[in-house]
């Protein structure tokens, strides 16, 4: 019987907006750095690592630039059929992609698994998590960055609603018909408030520094994240207590190791060791 999972229609959704990219990474490496922060080139120079929902390799391609012995991708969307090229593209020789649900996937374990931008998408996140902890070898390292549900009302309570309703469209509708008009005032916004960054009173306007962050770049960015909102089946923004209780309630974890922190004032990052 064909897999008509939640997750599976997530992958799909996905994967339709990752094959209809041009080819190569869709993000800067100050992004790549900011995603990753605190792990730093000297935590992935000559390890092993494991990225869960890669997508189309973009990240893993600013990866290579670390020098890593060796990097694996997993995805559940033909996404995967765009990673296979990035890659080969990057000249990158020790690396695979795998097609697989990340929830059930099971490896020998890696000095470094990471998951960006992907449980919260998941219909169990915790399960994604659990995935992080499942192939982090003893003594390695995990970081996960997630939506948080602190500094997204307007998200939540505005294009939520819409989310849940256009997410079964057809993705080009979403993406032309729906994301981009819907986007364009954000993109004004965002640009001028970057204008005006020494302006205090500021800081009190809504997604003020996701705004001077996403600022940076171009219009189609803007679209894609937008579409990356609308697409998706399943969205959950996690609290930074839902994030507390997991690292505290995993044994295997070195609770001196555990970070959580806020980036942009909407999303979280976290990690730790593996004992």
């Known amino acids: 019987m064909k897999d008509i999972s939640l997750d599976k229609k997530t992958a799909d959704a ?12 869709i993000y800067t490496f100050e992004q790549f750095t900011d995603w990753m922060a605190p792990l730093k ?7 092993q690592i494991l990225e869960l929902g890669c997508g189309n390799a973009s990240l893993m391609m600013h990866l290579t630039k670390w020098s890593p012995s060796y990097i694996e991708g997993v995805d559940l969307g033909d996404s995967v059929l765009s990673a296979r ?13 795998v097609q697989v649900d990340l929830t059930k996937y099971q490896s020998q374990g890696f000095d470094l698994v990471y998951s960006i931008g992907v449980i919260h998408h998941l219909k169990i996140p915790k399960k994604g998590f659990e995935a992080v902890l499942r192939n982090t070898k003893p003594g ?9 549900r602190e500094g997204n009302n307007l998200i939540i309570y505005l294009v ?7 997410s079964r469209f057809n993705w080009w509708i979403i993406k032309y018909l729906i994301a981009t008009p819907l986007v364009s005032p954000f993109y004004i916004y965002s640009k001028i408030i970057s204008l005006f960054p020494r302006y205090k009173f500021l800081r009190e306007f809504p997604l003020y520094e996701y705004s ?4 940076k770049r171009e219009f189609s960015f803007f679209r ?8 998706t089946p399943a969205t959950t923004y996690i609290s930074r207590e839902t994030i507390k209780s997991w690292l505290a309630e995993f044994q295997q974890i070195d609770k ?12 979280w990052k976290f990690g730790g060791k593996v004992k």
């Open 212 to 215: 001077l962050w996403i600022a």
């Open 224 to 231: 894609h994240v937008a579409f990356d909102q609308l697409v």
């Open 41 to 47: 080139k000297e935590d992935i120079n000559g390890k």
């Open 85 to 97: 090229i990035n890659m080969g593209k990057a000249n990158f020789i020790n690396q695979k992609v």
């Open 256 to 267: 001196d190791s555990t970070y959580i922190i806020m980036r942009n004032g909407n999303s």
């Open 160 to 166: 939520e609603p819409l989310r849940k309703l256009v």
């Open 140 to 148: 390695g390292r995990f970081h996960v960055w997630v939506y948080a």
């Open 14 to 25: 996905f994967a339709f907006s990752w094959n209809n990219l041009p080819l190569g990474t």
